[in-house]
């Protein structure tokens, strides 16, 4: 993984830089020339149509896959300092039987007792103190399985923000979550990256968000198509033409 402290030519305080980014698996390019720079206490959302290469992006920044390319990170004054990532995966199914509490799979991520122990009490305050930042203390005691979309999200965010990461990444948050549900977790969204200062990028197949809260829209279809800010890209023709041809469905 190329992942590294960078220079700093970027007129802002740049967290995340990716620099001529490309993908190949087999044969096949799946991603080509991507560059994408992402600020801190910025949201930026990635969008294309389904196999357009957005979660094969995001695992290469986590470097769950191979890349030519450069993927660097900075903050202002702080060189050399490792990048910190809190990811919230697409989806994740748990079966509804499963006896595993949202305590229980906390225990696991964070600590070394076996679960069948139970959390310990400090355990379980710090855990209250990780679903506090989420508005979810209530959920502790759930089982994982029950949880509905909107609280899952909202519990495997609270995880990612274990420690404080200096970038946060969802794959498709959205999907599965009532509309309700997803009003709440973008002001949620919101509020942590305004409280950290932390980058967040998430890819999404909600349009109807984007203009109030992503700060930079960046649609990808193997390719960097366009980007900008919400209105730049959503009143490009490049935007139409992705996602009103024929079969172009997201
Ligand atoms: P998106 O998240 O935008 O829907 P993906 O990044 O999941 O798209 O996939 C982009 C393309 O890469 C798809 O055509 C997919 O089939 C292909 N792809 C992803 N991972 C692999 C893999 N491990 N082996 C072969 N092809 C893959
Ligand atoms: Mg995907």
Do not use: W
Not at 61 to 84: A, C, E, H, W
Not at 127 to 144: A, F, M, Q, W
């Amino acid at each position: 993984m190329n992942i590294g402290s960078h220079g700093g030519s970027c007129g802002h305080s740049c967290c995340l830089r990716i620099e001529d980014l490309g993908v190949k698996i087999g044969n096949e390019t799946i991603l080509e020339k991507i560059n994408l720079h992402a600020h801190c206490g910025e949201l930026v959302a990635l969008i294309g149509p389904n196999g357009a290469g957005k979660s094969t992006l995001i695992k290469s920044i986590l470097g769950q896959q191979d890349y030519t390319g450069v993927i660097s990170f900075s903050v202002p004054g702080q060189r050399n300092r490792k990048m910190k990532i809190g990811y919230v995966p697409q989806s994740p199914v748990f079966d509804p039987g499963d006896p595993v509490s949202v305590a229980d799979l906390f225990c696991c991520c964070m600590s070394k007792r076996p679960v069948f122990l139970g959390a310990s009490k400090k355990m379980r305050q710090t855990i209250l103190e990780c679903l506090s930042r989420v508005h979810g203390e209530d959920l502790i005691n759930k089982r994982i399985g029950t949880l509905s979309g909107g609280e899952l999200q909202r519990v495997l965010l609270a995880l990612a923000l274990e420690p404080i990461p200096n970038i946060l990444i969802l794959d498709e948050p959205l999907s599965g979550v009532d509309v309700e549900g997803m009003e709440s977790l973008m002001e949620m969204l919101d509020e942590i990256r305004r409280d950290y200062d932390l980058s967040i990028l998430m890819t999404t197949h909600d349009f109807g968000m984007l203009d109030r809260y992503a700060d930079q829209v960046v649609l990808i279809d193997r390719g960097i198509i366009c980007q900008g800010s919400p209105k730049d890209v959503l009143e490009s023709k490049a935007f139409h033409a992705v996602f009103h041809r024929k079969g172009g469905g997201v």
